[in-house]
Nanobody, 128 residues
Framework: QVQVVESGGGLVQAGGSLRLSCAAS????????MGWFRQASGKEREFVAA????????LYADTVKGRFTISRDNGKNTMYLQMNSLKPDDTARYFC?????????????????????WGQGTQVTVSS
């Protein structure tokens, strides 16, 4: 089994930056593609960014492209989300997700159902 735990959320002013981390523990050798999703109050969960096992393939939602950067350090079993130029619309609970199915080291997907492991989330609040 794999557990993932998010950290790094908080309150920031519009235009500011935050860096989220997602630490994986347990049978981490089985974690392949990973991603970040978010859910604002009263809204459905939405895709933010995804990264392949190799780290060389990434995907971004149009709403965050150019402002957010996803990365991972397999040696530390940790994934990151660097968030710059934050906007009030970015306010949400951010969830880390991972999956153990091997579709290749370059595989990424924005589909939530393609992830088996989910964290409890970390709250990001952006004030105007």
């Amino acid at each position: 089994q794999v557990q993932v735990v998010e950290s790094g959320g908080g309150l920031v002013q519009a235009g500011g930056s935050l860096r989220l981390s997602c630490a994986a523990s347990g049978r981490t050798v089985s974690v392949y593609h990973m991603g970040w999703f978010r859910q604002a109050s009263g809204k459905e969960r939405e895709f933010v960014a995804a990264i392949s096992r190799s780290g060389t393939s990434t995907l971004y939602a149009d709403t965050v492209k150019g402002r957010f950067t996803i990365s991972r350090d397999n040696g530390k079993n940790t994934m990151y989300l660097q968030m710059n130029s934050l906007k009030p619309d970015d306010t949400a609970r951010y969830f880390c997700a991972g999956d153990g199915r091997n579709f290749g080291v370059q595989y990424t997907t924005p589909v939530a159902n393609a992830y088996d492991y989910w964290g409890q989330g970390t709250q990001v609040t952006v004030s105007s």
